[in-house]
């Protein structure tokens, strides 16, 4: 009888590690979505645009102003792939968020929502990616809209080689 109790004993010692094994399986997978999204990109919310303007021409930069929309996923891909990491490395790149109360000094020296501040800009599409020189004037063509995310880096190159050309003019 005793050997009959060490085999059932076995057993049960088996079944509770599977049993065991399968539960923590079970909440490493549940668990695995949240580890696997690192923290959101984020770019600074303008406050300042004549400062911000300030700074970026001292760099001999153009301002990057990203118009962007909360839940876009285009703006999120542009933000986190491409805008996010360049401001990590010093270029001068804002975002002014639409239907945003955030207060912004605009360039007439008045204070403005971000929102207001779209709505003067006439943007009208997120993301859209502004590249602002001396006084505040657009240098280049507006990136409208999310592009295909292969090229989305080649056309913000180009927007931003045209520019830097056209502040050195």
Not at 132 to 150: C, I, N, S, T
Request: charge should be positive.
């Amino acid at each position: 009888m005793s050997q009959l109790n060490a085999v059932t004993q076995d057993l049960m010692t088996r079944r509770t590690y599977v049993s065991r094994l399968g539960l923590s399986l079970t909440g490493a997978l549940v668990g695995l979505p949240l580890l696997s999204q690192a923290a959101p990109a984020i770019l600074p919310a303008a406050t300042s645009l004549p400062d911000e303007l300030e700074k970026a021409l001292k760099a001999k930069e153009p301002l990057i102003v990203m118009v962007s929309l909360a839940g876009c996923p285009f703006c999120k891909m542009a933000r986190e792939s491409h805008l996010s990491p360049m401001q990590k490395q010093g270029f001068p790149i804002v975002q002014v968020d639409m239907r945003s109360e955030l207060p912004v000094k605009g360039f007439n020296g008045q204070m403005q929502t971000h929102d207001q501040c779209v709505k003067q800009w006439r943007v009208s599409i997120a993301p859209t990616l502004i590249f602002l020189g001396p006084k505040g004037q657009e240098l280049v063509e507006r990136m409208e809209g999310g592009y295909l995310p292969d090229f989305y880096g080649a056309y913000l190159d180009e927007r931003i080689a045209l520019a830097r050309k056209s502040l050195r003019s």
